[in-house]
């Protein structure tokens, strides 16, 4: 099955920018749903944003939008979420994931739905 690797982490002030990324052992990782959750201590794993197999279509948690960017690179095997405007309330653990589903319905997404999940970098935003 297919492996991933989060990086990109860190401590960062509030209103600052990080991004993160995700890496891929296979190629196979292009035609996957792809996405980006997160889970703070006492939380739920919660969805943060996720794009479509072609890339064409993003989707992001009402809490993140305008804020945050998924994008992924083909050729590189790659997710990456450019996260800026960051808040304290964005503290968390955040998870690289992918669906071998042909298409992932994000607006109703629960971590259920996801078949693969790397082991998460930690994301902290001082206020």
């Known amino acids: 099955q297919v492996q991933l690797v989060e990086s990109g982490g860190g401590l960062v002030q509030a209103g600052g920018s990080l991004r993160l990324s995700c890496t891929a052992s296979?190629?196979?990782?292009?035609?996957?749903?792809k996405g980006w959750f997160r889970q703070a201590p006492g939380k739920e794993r919660e969805f943060v944003a996720g794009?479509?197999?072609?890339?064409?279509?993003?989707a992001y948690a009402d809490s993140v939008k305008g804020r945050f960017t998924i994008s992924r690179d083909i050729a590189k095997n790659t997710m990456s979420l450019q996260m800026n405007s960051l808040k304290p309330g964005d503290t968390a653990v955040y998870y690289c994931?992918?669906?071998?589903?042909?298409?992932?319905?994000?607006?109703?997404?629960?971590?259920?739905?996801?078949?693969?999940w790397g082991k998460g970098t930690q994301v902290t935003v001082s206020s």
């Open positions: 994931a992918a669906s071998a589903s042909i298409s992932v319905s994000w607006a109703t997404v629960r971590p259920g739905t996801m078949d693969y």
């Open positions: 794009i479509d197999w072609s890339g064409s279509s993003r």
């Open positions: 296979e190629r196979t990782f292009s035609s996957y749903a």
